[in-house]
């Protein structure tokens, strides 16, 4: 009973690894709302560096 039990300690605990880290692999993933917020948030940042880079131009111009 014991050759039993030390032999499919390793496999139950892979088992339970592969498991965990699939459902944390699950919660992980961004909902299509998420990832558009995400994007959003991304292009108006990239917009305000541009136009304040634009402004930074336009001041030392002067």
Same mark, same amino acid.
């Given at each position: 009973? &014991?050759?039993?039990?030390?032999?499919?300690?390793?496999?139950?605990?892979?088992?339970?690894?592969?498991?965990?880290?699939?459902?944390? &692999?699950?919660?992980?993933?961004?909902?299509?709302? %998420?990832?558009?917020?995400?994007?959003?948030?991304?292009?108006?940042?990239?917009?305000?560096?541009?136009?304040?880079? %634009?402004?930074?131009?336009?001041?030392? %111009? %002067?």
């Amino acid at each position: 009973m &014991k050759k039993i039990l030390s032999g499919i300690t390793p496999i139950l605990l892979l088992v339970l690894a592969l498991t965990f880290m699939t459902n944390y &692999k699950q919660l992980d993933d961004l909902s299509d709302s %998420e990832r558009y917020q995400i994007r959003s948030y991304v292009e108006a940042a990239e917009n305000d560096a541009a136009a304040d880079s %634009e402004s930074a131009s336009a001041q030392e %111009e %002067e």
